[in-house]
């Protein structure tokens, strides 16, 4: 979408999550769970700085599949590319897939939204099973996707804007 550059990435959520960072007296070490099971699931999100709007599902894992049910969903909501390119994925004629340097997550502006989604929504919870966690994923991404000025805010980058 010429003019609308988005972001789009992965990431996974779940039983064994990172713990993040969180205000505390110095020198006190406040307790903090940690779930020692082992099950997930993966947000796929795609968000327009621009327009400050997005498209995600949640799937149980990273498969051809599931990037090319997401890519339709991008191409309906969003536009935007995906960071691996592949035969088996079907892309939507609206969509441009840009292959990213490897190892840079700071060029991909999603990478700040899974670490404020960690930080404020998915860290330090204890799900009972593989729906609770899903409807985690989906809850967070409700709730940030509708704060339009806090999207803008996290993934706008002055140096990825395209013209025509």
């Known amino acids: 979408m010429t003019g609308e550059p988005?972001?789009?990435?992965?990431?996974?959520?779940?039983?064994?999550?990172?713990?993040?960072?969180?205000?505390?007296?110095?020198?006190?070490?406040?307790?903090?769970?940690?779930?020692?099971?082992?099950?997930?699931?993966?947000?796929?999100?795609?968000?327009?700085?621009?327009?400050?709007?997005?498209?995600?599902?949640?799937?149980?894992g990273v498969n051809s599949e599931a990037m090319t049910i997401h890519l339709a969903e991008i191409g309906k909501q969003v536009g935007a590319g995906w960071h691996q390119t592949g035969g088996r994925l079907t892309v939507p004629d609206n969509v441009t897939l840009l292959r990213l340097p490897t190892y840079s997550p700071e060029l991909n502006p999603i990478e700040n939204v899974w670490e404020y989604l960690r930080g404020n929504k998915l860290s330090r919870c204890v799900w009972e099973s593989y729906d609770d966690i899903v409807q985690a994923c989906c809850d967070a991404w409700n709730w940030l996707i509708a704060d339009t000025l806090r999207v803008a805010s996290i993934t706008t980058r002055k140096w990825a804007s395209v013209s025509n």
């Open 6 to 60: 988005s972001c789009k990435d992965e990431a996974r959520v779940g039983q064994q999550g990172t713990l993040s960072y969180q205000w505390a007296l110095r020198g006190s070490r406040p307790p903090a769970v940690r779930d020692n099971r082992h099950d997930w699931a993966y947000i796929f999100g795609a968000i327009c700085p621009a327009r400050a709007v997005g498209a995600a599902i949640v799937t149980p």
